[in-house]
């Protein structure tokens, strides 16, 4: 009998959560950072660098993602009947929202010396990222206008991108598309914190490809290792 309830019980184990980080980018960031503004071809070597260079992570992964769908549909009214016609799906609407800290970040500063130069430059790529810069480059990415000229003098459409990982996605997927709306609400109840909520209209879904792999947070311990090796990246 114990061996029958044990048979029952048993099952593969679940993996523990990962640590990778939401991340987010647009087209102009990437254009810009390693195409010389449009004068250099999109190539491989630029779609690698994208991955290394391009994508800002989230200070905290937010606390919910809603990803949403209207159907499109049309009922008319004859004398004998009701005719209903359908139409192709809308695009998916996202939808994200969170708290971080705001507090300063102010580490102490101490004179310049060949001794503690090194732990100076640790410092600073520290300061790379914290919740006032996450909210700082987010706001800045969805504010940027929808078109820009690059160096080459071409309009380029400024699509906008979220890469996540949740559980229905946990292999991650990027979210292409446009901010519709972006909100910072402020309160006097506690100093320490602010939310912040956005609207995303996703006209393009795609799975992460295997240059883009990074195990999602509830991918098991690999995306703990994943991740941890992303975020020593430069300017990530």
């Not at 004068?39 to 391009?54: C, G, K, M, Q």
């Not at 009947?81 to 996202?94: A, F, G």
């Not at 400024?158 to 972006?182: A, R």
Request: include cysteine.
């Amino acid at each position: 009998m114990a061996n029958e309830f044990k048979t029952v019980m048993s099952g593969e184990p679940l993996p523990p959560r990962g640590f990778t980080p939401f991340q987010f980018s647009s087209r102009k960031i990437q254009v810009q950072t390693t195409q010389l503004g449009g004068l250099i071809p999109d190539n491989p070597i630029s779609s690698l660098l994208n991955e290394a260079t391009t994508w800002y992570e989230m200070w905290i992964n937010p606390e919910k993602v809603n990803i949403s769908r209207a159907y499109q549909n049309k009922k008319q009214h004859t004398a004998g009947s009701i005719v209903t016609y359908h139409y192709r799906p809308d695009t998916l609407q996202l939808s994200v929202s969170g708290v971080v800290g705001w507090i300063a970040l102010n580490p102490q500063e101490s004179e310049i010396s060949i001794f503690n130069l090194a732990s100076q430059v640790s410092t600073r790529n520290s300061q790379k990222n914290s919740p006032r810069v996450f909210m700082k480059r987010i706001r800045e990415v969805a504010d940027d206008p929808m078109y820009f000229i690059g160096t080459d003098g071409v309009e380029h459409y400024n699509t906008k991108y979220i890469k996540i990982y949740t559980k229905q996605y946990p292999g991650g997927v990027i979210c292409e598309g446009y901010y519709t709306k972006f909100d910072v609400p402020e309160s006097g109840d506690d100093p320490q914190t602010i939310n912040y909520s956005f609207e995303f209209t996703v006209e393009s879904l795609k799975s992460i490809t295997a240059l883009q792999k990074v195990i999602g947070m509830y991918g098991g311990k690999t995306g703990s290792l994943v991740g941890s090796s992303m975020r020593s990246i430069p300017g990530m």
